[in-house]
């Protein structure tokens, strides 16, 4: 069993960062690819990045703008996110899988009640 709590959203004028953490209960966090995935309004949840030992992937949407990275002496995975956008508005969530498909949130099995973010223009 693992547990997720994620923390960080918040209001941000566009162009502006904020990070969002990710906290898992759990001896064998270290095993689990992590994902971050978004929700907005009326619309489905979405992939936007994920982290398993040292491969990285992000959604085209936010790449070369947010970073995933983990710290498994914490286990905590993070999400740096920079040049915000008003279409980045959404209720961010944390998972985790021991599946191969990281991109899918079928495949994940545990996930974190979400944080806000809203960005303004």
């Known amino acids: 069993q693992v547990q997720l709590v994620e923390s960080g959203g918040g209001l941000v004028q566009a162009g502006g960062s904020l990070r969002l953490s990710c906290a898992a209960s759990g001896r064998t966090f270290s095993n689990y690819a992590m994902g971050w995935f978004r929700q907005a309004p009326g619309k489905e949840r979405e992939f936007v990045a994920t982290?398993?030992?040292?491969?990285?992937a992000y959604a085209n949407s936010v790449k070369g703008r947010f970073t995933i990275s983990r710290d498994n002496a914490k286990n905590t995975v993070y999400l740096q996110m920079n040049s915000l956008k008003p279409e980045d508005t959404a209720a961010y969530y944390c998972?985790?899988?021991?599946?191969?498909?990281?991109?899918?949130?079928?495949?994940?099995?545990?996930w974190g009640q979400g944080t806000q973010v809203a960005v303004s223009s």
């Open positions: 982290i398993r030992r040292t491969m990285l």
């Open positions: 998972a985790a899988t021991l599946g191969v498909d990281v991109t899918t949130p079928g495949s994940y099995d545990y």
